[in-house]
């Protein structure tokens, strides 16, 4: 387990084993149930060379060299096939809703954490309304090999399951993240 406030490395690695993204994160909290994560603001990008699996050959991020806004927050449990991100708006730190980013359970490095985007989102409102983001990318994303018509099909399951639950109004992580701040002393 991590202590809060080091700094790990978080990677997005694809279905060949290669890093494409890089992105140090502040520790937060790390326990048996909950891993937390920020990604403060001005936060350097890497992005490897190499010919990647995309429309134009890079990370959809590429060209971006820094996290811009305010921090990130990250929570993720182990196991779970997507992470809750915090985002805030504005000086004032405006709480927007939580963000379901879909993405492989991450898996412990001597360094972080590696897990890969699975590009497909959800976004819920503070009333707790939500909508599909990037559904209609899955399918290029199997024409460009980065993800297999049944990976796809497994990605669309794992977000129906958590859109079913929203409805529900089941929601394991608390609102008490929304109003989370980031140690001055990071």
Do not use: C
Request: aromatic content about 14%; cysteine-free.
């Amino acid at each position: 387990m991590w202590s809060p406030g080091q700094v790990v490395l978080r990677r997005e690695v694809l279905n060949d084993g290669r890093v494409w993204l890089t992105a140090p994160v502040v520790v937060v909290r790390d326990d048996p149930e909950l891993l937390a994560t920020y990604l403060p603001e001005g936060t350097p990008f890497h992005f490897p060379d190499g010919d990647w699996p995309s429309a134009n050959g890079r990370h959809p991020w590429h060209g971006r060299g820094r996290w811009e806004g305010n921090g990130l927050l990250m929570l993720q449990r182990p196991g779970d096939s997507y992470a809750v991100w915090i985002f805030w708006h504005g000086a004032e730190r405006e709480f927007r809703g939580w963000y379901v980013n879909l993405q492989e359970p991450f898996r412990r490095t001597a360094e972080g954490y590696d897990t890969q985007d699975l590009e497909l989102d959800i976004v819920v409102s503070t009333t707790g309304s939500w909508e599909w983001k990037d559904d209609e990318l899955l399918e290029e994303r199997i024409r460009e090999g980065r993800f297999s018509a049944g990976q796809v099909a497994e990605i669309r399951a794992v977000g129906a399951a958590v859109a079913a639950d929203l409805d529900a109004g089941r929601r394991w992580w608390s609102d008490d993240w929304a109003r989370w701040a980031p140690d001055p002393a990071w």
